[in-house]
């Protein structure tokens, strides 16, 4: 059977054979490609340079005219399914390429309409190298709040994030972080791709010397099929795991005004029996939908580094309801829980509080999406990590361990065991 | 619907009451789980005591700007 046959089908793929169906959970976060190019050459990037090269037959810019078709589609769904608080995120490619005349038009035009159905909360995702105030007039106006992308202090993010000539993009990043820095009501927070070569304790100091509400720290994607940077063998996953685990000790014990850093605190929230605050760690339903610059809606954007086409839903804003979208298996599959996933990782100690990772990393052309993630020892260690630092800071204080806690700090991983 | 999402994320299970969850705040020196447990705190406060209830309410997405 041709992988497209697999995925549309679903089972053995995007979950196993005779998974039981989960409730649907409503979108509540919108991700809108406005513009589908990108003025950087990131070498990591899984919109131009992975699997997927679906980007080359986008417009450059969505249309107006998609837009409010796209809000039109929105509206009808928050209607019907009573979302109280809906995201709205501004991405790309590059989102600041539309210029700040048509961003603020797009906000405008958002909060217009929807605003009596639900709370509009609006982001943007940049590479921050054409945020300057004429955009920041725009946010502050608007109440868009910005993320920006830095991978660390000037010689490693140029190494990583340059211009398509090559040139870093540092100096302009640096300079839309000192701006928002002194606007805290419109930082979203810093986003940064882990990268081996790169000392982790160098990148949290000088992330924090921004001083961002949080900090999102990303894996490079990858797969079964495609290991990530600067792994050849399964058995170096671990490296991720020491590099995590080193930022995580600095930011455990950093004082209350150091920033957030969502996928170890979402970890806490997890083994305390509490939701996730983002969808790569976790059993939480993901509730994201992603709307291309044509107008077609698609899962997650981050498949895309697996295979051309994963995130296809073969759905799009004009011909058809987002309610529809709830019934792809690409979609369904991340609203399952523990059903969707394989067999080992149903088994896992871990399984609660891990969740087999972000859904991309799990995939392999055998199997789909029915493996481990490819990053499964080193999630075990910053788990296990995170369980320790509990368990040893509830017993300082003579309060009972949670079980969740002291079952997943005892836990012995074999290769790599720090 | 909430109560079996929220049973098939495993969110159900409550570590503590809120009572000892006061109490640990009291006791806890300023870091990581102290600022967590305030958090929940305040999160359980805005929706009514229900544990769980914000899950759907905040952006997941992983790249997207945390606010």
Known sequence: MSLSSRAANGEGFWFGKGAPQAPVVPFNTFLFKIASRCNLACPYCYVYELRDQSWRAQPQFMQRSTYSAALAKIRAHLAAQGVPITHLIFHGGEPLLVGPQRLEEFATEARKCLSDVTEVRMGLQSNGTLFDERFLDVVLRTGVSVGLSIDGPPAQHDRLRPYRNGRGSSRAVERAARLLEKHPDVFGGLLCVVNLDNDPAEVWEYLCSFHPPGIDLLLPHATHDHLPPGVNAPSEIVRYGEWLVQILDLWYGAGEDRPDIRLFSSIMRLLLGRDSMVESIGNCPASLIVIESNGELEAVDALKACYHGAAYTGLNVFDHDLDQALGKPVVKSRQMGTASLCSTCRRCTFRDTCGAGYQPHRYSSRRGFQNPSVYCHALKMLIRRVALLMQEEFRSIGFPVPRRVQTLARQKLGVGDA | ?67
Do not use: C, Y
């Open chain 2, 1 to 67: 619907m909430l109560a079996s999402m929220l049973a098939l994320s495993g969110s159900a299970s409550a570590s503590f009451t809120p009572q000892e969850r006061d109490k640990a705040i009291e006791k806890l020196t300023p870091g990581a789980l102290k600022r967590l447990l305030i958090n929940l705190r305040a999160e359980d406060q805005r929706a009514g005591g229900a544990p769980g209830r914000l899950a759907q309410q905040h952006s997941q997405f992983v790249s997207a700007p945390p606010k």
